[in-house]
């Protein structure tokens, strides 16, 4: 089992004899200590400080860290407020470690390492809910059920066929969410404010030392443009995550109107919750307060675009933050739905009833007259629907509705349609086939259809997927953790 970034640094801080408490926050505060490591330790060896200067430098570090991770102490968030503390523990010539520095470029780096690490969290939850919509798609790809358009049922439909859309959709949002990544994990460590600094700075370094993956490049734009682009991508994300999963809870809501749904949660456990005023009524609880939160996901996101709107670049109203970010509200949704997974209740007995009930068989009996009787697909919808008309006029049901009424219905159609033979061209056995919610769901013809053999090649290709998406995370957590084990070493030897 792979150790999180936390924990392998946290090994690292106490193995260096660094005085940080188990419980260290990974705040501005942290991040600016960071910031101020790798600054001491590259601007020493690169000779724009002393050997001297950047040992001092080191223990006034040290010493301001440590007091900040005493219980009740302050944490300054900010650089400004962050540096008199400096100077408190290691005088003036602290702010050596300043030169070519803003507090632009360093807050802007705050916030990128915070979202970065929010960001794998909320892939590895967006890899859970792949894992159990996958899971649940290989239990049920015997179960049949109907599928709804315009909210009235439409046509049958494999469960496990329904559960991997869902799963490619949230394989999407993981594609996003990586292909964002490699956007965001850019240093803009050295571009100060805005045009760079005459320091000679290691930009480079910093950018290893921090955990980047390369550096953001244009100084201007690491700095003013893309801190104000970013929360309007990672609002593009986290709203197909709430889009995907509102859908999702709301089919599963149509359920809970029914007197006997076919999926329902799970009773007890917090899952759902009995009326205050009618004893019948099992709530479900789990639905609301998961679409509750997608809900305020999206309002986040909102916010976010209001806040970059109409302002100079790099101002601070749209400014990446970490406080603000939206990918913890994110992670929460989606550890939310898949508590929701994880407590589905699948009937596929009643699932197929639901069917029986309905004429989601219709298209199928004018699919299979022209496929085997070459009646035109118009002509023979036509039939179909006139077989619906009958039917639900007489209150009978696909099953009950037998191949004499199906007889009869086409021939009073075929006496007034020159297109029409004049007998009813199907046999019994191709009537009742066409009927039949099962086969046709197994008849399916097409690639990335419902039947058998398609269905298990959609579940390995989701399985790859997942298992690629996993691999992803482990290794981006990997590069972070040797990143900062690196740098909490490096220092610990500035401190001698």
Known sequence: MKKSILALTIAALISSGTAFAAETPRDNFYWLGQINKASDIINTSEGLLTPEEGRNIAQGIRKVLADGSRP????????????????????????????????????????????????LDMAKELNKVQADLIRLAEENKETVIPNYTNGVQA?????????????????????????YYARL????????????????????????????????????????VFPQEAPIETGGITNCIAIHTTSFIEEIMQQYAQPRPWILLKE?????????????????????????????????????????????????????????????????????????????????????????????????????LMKNHGIPFRTGHHFASEIVTYARANNITPKDFTYDKAQMVYANLAKDDPVLPKSFPMTEEEWNHAKDPVAIVHNRKVKGGPQPAELDKM??????????????????????????????????????
């Open 155 to 179: 046509q049958p439909n494999s469960l496990a066929h329904y559960l991997i859309a869902y799963a490619n959709a949230y394989n999407r949002d993981m594609q996003r969410t990586r292909e």
């Open 185 to 224: 994990n850019r240093s803009p460590m050295g571009s100060t404010v805005l045009n760079g600094t005459g320091w000679p700075l290691n930009r480079d370094r910093m950018a290893a030392y921090l955990g980047f993956d390369g550096l953001a490049y244009n100084t201007y734009d690491a700095g003013q």
């Open 459 to 496: 579940i390995s290709m989701a399985q790859k997927d997942l298992a690629d998406n996993e691999n992803w995370v482990s290794r981006q957590e990997e590069k972070l953790s040797a990143a900062e084990n690196k740098l909490n070493a490096d220092f610990q030897e500035m401190l001698k």
């Open 268 to 368: 007890g456990g917090g899952n759902t919750y009995v009326s205050s005023a009618m004893p019948q009524k099992r709530n479900p609880g789990i639905l609301n307060s998961c679409r509750g939160e997608a809900s305020t996901l999206l309002g986040m996101s909102m916010e976010a675009a209001f806040r970059s709107h109409n302002i100079p670049a790099g101002m601070a109203d749209g400014r990446l933050n970490g406080r603000r970010d939206l990918m913890p509200q994110g992670t929460k949704v989606l550890s939310g739905l898949d508590r929701i997974l994880n407590n589905l209740v699948i009937k596929p007995e009643r699932s197929l009833e639901e069917l029986d009930l309905d004429w989601t068989c219709s298209q199928e009996i004018a699919d299979e």
């Open 72 to 119: 009740g102490a302050p944490r300054p968030s900010n650089v400004v407020a962050f540096e008199p503390y400096l100077i408190k523990a290691a005088g003036p010539q602290v702010t050596k470690i300043h030169a070519g520095r803003s507090s632009q470029d360093m807050l802007t780096t705050v916030g990128i390492m915070e979202q970065r690490e929010h960001l």
